[in-house]
């Protein structure tokens, strides 16, 4: 079975503070690839970034950056100096190679407030 | 390029009627995907197309949902005598040909389905 959990329902914050939305994952398979979505106010799901079992280098995009760690199951993510157009649902997702569909967590919806 | 459409974007239907959900994906993507999203139950997987291949239907939640796909490109998702726990967002997802691992999703706008 695999399981996606995003323990933070809601986070707020101010901007230009850093907050870390948090992803932990459950999965038999030794091949899999993590991601985590976007979804503004708007509605549309928007990529942000896909991470395969066998890469745990972390990565930065601008003010965003991930860290995986398989010995705890955690894809985390980081927003540095949040901004107003930061607030949106967050989603982690798994996909292995027993399936095809993303399993996403249950979001975590961030206000970032002026 | 453009992205992945759908229509209609609002649908408001009555119970026990059906309804038909058009989904038409990235040009050139091979897999295409449905899935519900509502308040008590988040993402759920429908549907999976893959190029000519038989789809994966393990997520359809009953014999009422059904969906196709014609010529490898533009799909339908139909739900038969509509009920309402059927309302929810439903978002369509088309990726490029799976070349090495599982590729990203790209998800539509969605169709937000009320059924009074």
């Known amino acids: 079975a695999q399981k996606v959990t995003q323990a933070q329902t809601e986070i707020s914050v101010v901007e230009k503070e850093d907050v870390t939305l948090d992803c932990v994952y459950e999965?038999?398979?030794?091949?899999?690839?993590l991601f985590w979505y976007k979804q503004p106010p708007s509605g549309e799901l928007v990529f942000l970034i896909r991470r395969n079992s066998f890469d745990e280098q972390n990565e930065i995009s601008g003010r965003y950056s991930w860290n995986f760690q398989k010995s705890t199951s955690s894809f985390n993510f980081t927003i540095t100096a949040s901004q107003v157009v930061d607030s949106a649902v967050y989603f982690c997702?798994?996909?292995?190679?027993?399936?095809?569909?993303?399993?996403f967590g249950k979001g975590t919806s961030l206000l970032v407030t002026p | 390029g453009a992205g992945v459409s759908q229509s209609p974007s609002n649908k408001v239907t009555e119970k026990g009627k059906d309804v038909e959900l058009r989904c038409d994906p990235i040009s050139g993507h091979t897999a295409l995907y449905w899935y519900r999203q509502s308040l008590g139950q988040g993402l759920e997987f429908l549907i999976y197309?893959?190029?000519?291949?038989?789809?994966?239907k393990s997520g359809l939640p009953s014999d009422r949902f059904s969906a196709e796909r014609t010529g490898g490109s533009v799909s339908t998702l139909t739900i038969q005598r509509t009920q309402q726990e059927d309302s929810a967002v439903y978002l369509c997802?088309?990726?490029?040909?799976?070349?090495?691992?599982?590729?990203?999703?790209?998800f539509g706008p969605g169709t937000r389905l009320t059924v009074t």
């Open positions: 997802a088309s990726s490029p040909p799976r070349l090495a691992g599982f590729n990203e999703q790209y």
């Open positions: 999965t038999r398979d030794t091949t899999y690839y």
């Open positions: 997702a798994l996909i292995s190679n027993s399936g095809y569909a993303l399993n």
């Open positions: 197309f893959q190029g000519n291949s038989a789809p994966d």
